[in-house]
């Protein structure tokens, strides 16, 4: 009978801590509020993200070479030899998840008035920091890591 009641309650006790152990918490994104602090601790001091989404306005399709340098833009991305726009990249599993990039409206440069192909028009780059959603799940909330993005920030001319 002992040996029944022992039995009894080491099953018991084994459901208890299977239940107990296989209670799954579901993992939540932390606020932008927290991530926002995250990243500021990998920012130099007084230095923002560049371009951010609310300073330019990206086109809603994508442009293409122009016939020329604009006389009448006050914006330097109309008025370079360069010319460029400003499209969203959006990744969910990146903060910030919206961050604007340059993208080249002509192959060539602008001389002349025409495109000229002997010289490339190129994105300039910068690295951006960024956290990078790990997958983790940590007390209840998702891990992010601090990582580097290279984001075009404008277009300029180079000699190939």
């Known amino acids: 009978m002992q040996l029944k009641v022992e ?8 459901l208890a ?16 509020a927290e991530l926002q602090s995250m990243l500021s601790r990998h920012l130099a001091p007084g230095v923002g993200l560049l371009a951010p989404t609310e300073a ?15 006389q009448t833009s006050s914006r330097l991305q109309d008025v370079s030899t360069s010319p460029w726009a400003y499209r969203v990249n959006e990744d969910p599993r ?3 998840r919206r961050m604007v990039e340059a993208y080249c409206l002509c192959e060539g440069c602008l001389i002349d008035q025409k ?9 300039f780059y910068q690295e951006v920091p ?18 580097l993005l290279q984001v075009a920030q404008f277009c300029i001319c180079s000699f190939p």
């Open 7 to 14: 039995l009894a309650a080491q099953i018991l006790l084994c």
């Open 130 to 147: 960024v956290l990078q959603k790990s997958g983790q799940c940590e007390a209840g909330q998702y891990v992010y890591q601090p990582s």
């Open 17 to 32: 801590v299977g239940q107990t152990l296989g209670a799954h918490i579901p993992c939540q994104e932390p606020s932008d």
């Open 56 to 70: 330019v306005l990206p086109g809603q399709a994508l442009k293409s070479c122009p016939v020329n340098v604009s």
């Open 94 to 96: 990146r903060y910030p």
């Open 115 to 123: 495109e000229d192909r002997s010289v490339r028009s190129e994105p």
